[in-house]
C-alpha cells in the first residue's frame, strides 16, 4: 500500500493551473469568434436572447479581444453594432490575463 507522500509525487498543480488556463483562453476566443459571426449574420437581434447587461458585456469584451488582435474590420462591426443598439459609444474590456496567463 503506498503512503500519502507517494500518492503525489508526480503531482504538478502548476501544471494543472497551466492547463486550466489555456482551456478558459481557448473557450473565451471561441466565443469571441463564435459571437462574432453571430453578430454578422444575424446583425443585433441576436442580442435580444440575453438581457441587456450581458449583451453589453459581451460586445464590450469581444471588441477588446478583437482590439488585442488587432482584428479591426471585427472591431467595426461591433462598434457600430454598439453604437446603433445602446446610443453610445462602446467602451472595451480588455482581459489582460486571458492573454498573459
Same mark, same amino acid.
Given at each position: 500500500?503506498?503512503?500519502?507522500?507517494?500518492?503525489?509525487?508526480?503531482?504538478?498543480? @502548476?501544471? @494543472?493551473?497551466?492547463?486550466?488556463?489555456?482551456? #478558459?483562453? *481557448?473557450?473565451? @476566443?471561441?466565443?469571441?469568434?463564435?459571437?462574432?459571426?453571430?453578430? *454578422? /449574420?444575424?446583425? #443585433?437581434?441576436?442580442? $435580444? /436572447?440575453? $438581457?441587456?447587461?450581458? &449583451? *453589453?458585456? &459581451?460586445?464590450?469584451?469581444?471588441?477588446? %479581444?478583437?482590439? %488585442?488582435?488587432?482584428?479591426?474590420?471585427?472591431?467595426?462591426? @461591433? &462598434?457600430?453594432? =454598439?453604437?446603433? *443598439? =445602446?446610443?453610445?459609444?462602446?467602451?472595451?474590456?480588455? $482581459?489582460?490575463?486571458?492573454?498573459?496567463?
Amino acid at each position: 500500500m503506498m503512503n500519502d507522500r507517494e500518492d503525489f509525487e508526480d503531482f504538478e498543480p @502548476i501544471g @494543472i493551473l497551466d492547463d486550466l488556463i489555456q482551456t #478558459q483562453r *481557448r473557450r473565451f @476566443i471561441e466565443g469571441c469568434e463564435e459571437g462574432y459571426e453571430l453578430l *454578422r /449574420v444575424n446583425g #443585433q437581434e441576436c442580442l $435580444s /436572447v440575453v $438581457s441587456e447587461s450581458q &449583451a *453589453r458585456e &459581451a460586445l464590450q469584451r469581444m471588441i477588446g %479581444h478583437f482590439e %488585442h488582435t488587432e482584428e479591426y474590420e471585427k472591431c467595426t462591426l @461591433i &462598434a457600430k453594432i =454598439y453604437k446603433e *443598439r =445602446y446610443k453610445e459609444k462602446i467602451t472595451p474590456i480588455i $482581459s489582460e490575463n486571458i492573454y498573459n496567463g
